[in-house]
């Protein structure tokens, strides 16, 4: 049986505005890894660097522009490279729908309830980023 973590939640932004966060790699240091690369699109290459000692690859498995993208893991730990993650983005009134998932985690480990509680944490960054403009330092995030 495999695991997964589950996010929704609003930010008061636009659509493209909250997809370029999510998949453009300069918008994407604002508020997870230290450095990364990538183009969003299908079958393209991402690197997430967090350290030398975390210095993570994923592939784009599905994206639409101004309306959703996955990352399948591909070079992580053990706990991360089955996992697949991915952004959904729908208009509401009050902003955007935000639908987040990280799903095929093998073990409901120390790991999983970690990332699960640093997901929720980088997201609430996230929507600081977009609403407020708030950037928190690498060494300080979560």
């Known amino acids: 049986m495999n695991h997964s973590i589950y ?3 609003i930010i008061k932004s ?8 999510v998949s453009e790699p300069e918008h994407l240091e604002k508020w ?5 690369t990538g183009i969003p699109q299908v079958g393209q290459e991402y690197n997430f660097n967090f350290t030398d000692e975390y ?3 994923a592939e784009v498995k599905s994206c ?15 706990d991360w490279n089955p996992t697949t993650f ?15 998932f990280h799903e ?14 640093c997901w929720a944490m980088l997201l609430n960054a996230l929507k600081d980023y977009l609403e407020k403009g708030i950037i928190i330092p690498f060494e300080d995030r979560s």
């Open 55 to 57: 210095d993570w690859y």
């Open 7 to 9: 996010f929704n939640f």
């Open 104 to 117: 095929d985690w093998p073990e409901c480990n120390s790991e999983f309830k970690h990332s699960s509680f």
């Open 86 to 100: 991915g952004f959904k983005l729908k208009e509401k009134e009050s902003g955007i729908c935000l639908n987040f």
């Open 32 to 36: 997870w890894p230290l450095k990364c």
């Open 64 to 78: 639409k522009q101004w309306d959703h993208i996955h990352y399948k893991m591909t070079k992580s730990d053990d």
């Open 14 to 21: 636009d659509k493209q505005s909250v997809y370029k966060a």
